[in-house]
């Protein structure tokens, strides 16, 4: 379990695991207040700062979801525009 202020986690809304051996095994929780995803190994414990992190302006996350059959591909359900939207570009980070 993850937790603390190192987390930059004000509002945690979504968590989605890839936990392919081949890439690691990482967590991804939204955060609708900061509007971002963060990005954790899976491994993780107690007050961590994330691995990565991206923001998404204008679009709130709220539920995220890890389509392995699509590859590389986030699903963020926005609050703001009530439709899915695709992002690669948060793993393209890695």
Do not use: C, H
Not at 17 to 25: L, S, T
Not at 35 to 46: A, C, H, Q, Y
């Amino acid at each position: 379990m993850i937790g603390g202020s190192a987390t930059g986690l004000e509002e945690p809304t979504g968590v989605a695991i890839d936990d392919r051996i081949e890439n690691g095994k990482f967590l991804y929780i939204s955060d609708a207040k900061n509007r971002k995803i963060s990005r954790f190994k899976l491994t993780d414990e107690g007050n961590v700062a994330p691995e990565l992190t991206q923001e998404y302006g204008t679009l709130i996350p709220n539920y995220i979801f890890w389509m392995p059959e699509k590859g590389q591909i986030f699903n963020l359900y926005t609050l703001s525009s009530k439709q899915f939207e695709q992002f690669s570009d948060f793993l393209l980070l890695a």
